[in-house]
């Protein structure tokens, strides 16, 4: 159940079962860019606390990891008390991104009707149809998103790669495998279509300088990081040709919650005159919720925002604190960003106008295959 997405020339998905059915083993997030570390979750409660503590972080991801948590859960307990209270347990770790919800949701219908012996292989079995659904919905929405990218490619003068900006963590990391706002670029990359990508670092937890920037290079795609704050410099320059990012919950008028900071680049997109594009599965979409301002808004610890970690140069990975130790702050996870600065959502089912209407036509059967999507850029 390998990926596409390397390390050291090695393929991973972020999250795999093992054969027993014993625990999954997932990417330890945190230790990245410079220690790259696997960890072995058991049981429900380790599942739960690698979500709150963002071992693994990212709403399709979440998603996964949390199906498995309920699998594993039922193991050791399988009664309805159990499920219950498991549900209820890992649906409290982050609150934002409606993956998790939406995973969860749909473990238990498949098991709550069967006898209780029945459950947990069931459990188990639904949490893989998960995890297998994000790499084939990735794998579509890449392509769809290829579409978009191709004819802004052709646009640009000869021999000049096409830049794209992105915010946060929305690749390979932020799913079980390929991403979402990367996946167009990893798609246009490996067909040789010549891409360049602006990383926002992300403050404050730096998801861009320390994630991003890591599974590009590990990927062989160019690419350079930047301060959160020269995103809009850059696209008056013009040295900004497309926006991609990601999303952790879309309302059902369009509106789009993503990592603090988001809203900004759209802004400054639409000043600029520059595409600015969400990437997202259809999971990702809130039927129940009217619109973004409905949407809970994270609030993280202000140790975010106040320290910093990294490696000194004994290559000691250390944590510094950045302001006057009495100093509060705030550490808001996420904004919305309105739908009207949207130019389109990139989703499993193609491109669609972020408008209620529009999102109301995404209850679809299975995916389409993408419209006149290339071979070869």
Request: with cysteine; net charge neutral; aromatic share 4%.
């Amino acid at each position: 159940m390998l990926g596409p997405v390397n390390v050291a020339g090695i393929p991973y998905r972020t999250i795999w079962p093992e054969p027993d059915g014993t625990a999954v083993g997932v990417i330890d997030q945190t230790g990245l860019p410079h220690r790259f570390a696997t960890v072995r979750l058991a049981s429900s409660a380790e599942v739960a606390r690698a979500i709150r503590e963002m071992l693994v972080r990212g709403a399709p991801l979440i998603g996964a990891a949390a199906a498995y948590g309920l699998a594993l859960a039922l193991r050791s307990d399988c009664s309805d008390a159990s499920l219950a209270t498991a549900h209820a347990a890992l649906l409290a770790t982050r609150p934002t991104a409606v993956n998790l919800r939406w995973a969860l949701d749909r473990v238990r219908r498949t098991v709550a009707p069967l006898p209780p012996p029945a459950r947990a292989a069931a459990a188990w079995t639904e949490a893989g149809r998960i995890a297998d659904a994000d790499v084939a919905s990735n794998r579509m929405l890449g392509e769809h998103g290829l579409g978009v990218l191709l004819p802004l490619a052709q646009s640009r003068p000869a021999g000049r790669p096409l830049q794209i900006l992105t915010h946060c963590n929305a690749g390979w990391l932020a799913t079980v495998d390929l991403g979402t706002a990367l996946a167009p670029v990893y798609h246009a990359h490996d067909r040789g279509l010549p891409v360049h990508v602006w990383v926002d670092e992300t403050r404050p937890r730096n998801q861009g300088a320390a994630l991003t920037a890591w599974e590009l290079g590990q990927h062989g795609v160019p690419h350079t990081l930047i301060a959160d704050n020269a995103g809009g410099h850059l696209m008056q320059r013009g040295l900004v040709d497309v926006v991609i990012v990601g999303a952790d919950r879309i309302a059902a008028n369009g509106d789009v919650a993503n990592k603090i900071g988001t809203y900004l680049k759209a802004l400054a997109a639409r000043d600029c005159g520059v595409p600015f594009y969400v990437a997202a599965p259809t999971s990702t979409i809130d039927p129940t919720c009217v619109t973004g301002a409905a949407i809970t808004v994270e609030e993280r610890d202000a140790r975010e925002v106040t320290h910093i970690r990294g490696i000194d140069s004994s290559g000691q990975l250390v944590e510094v604190c950045l302001a006057p130790r009495a100093t509060a702050a705030a550490n808001p996870a996420f904004d919305i960003t309105p739908a009207r600065l949207v130019t389109a959502l990139i989703t499993e089912h193609g491109l669609f106008p972020a408008t209620t209407a529009a999102l109301r036509a995404l209850d679809l059967a299975p995916p389409p295959p993408p419209q006149n999507a290339p071979n070869t850029p």
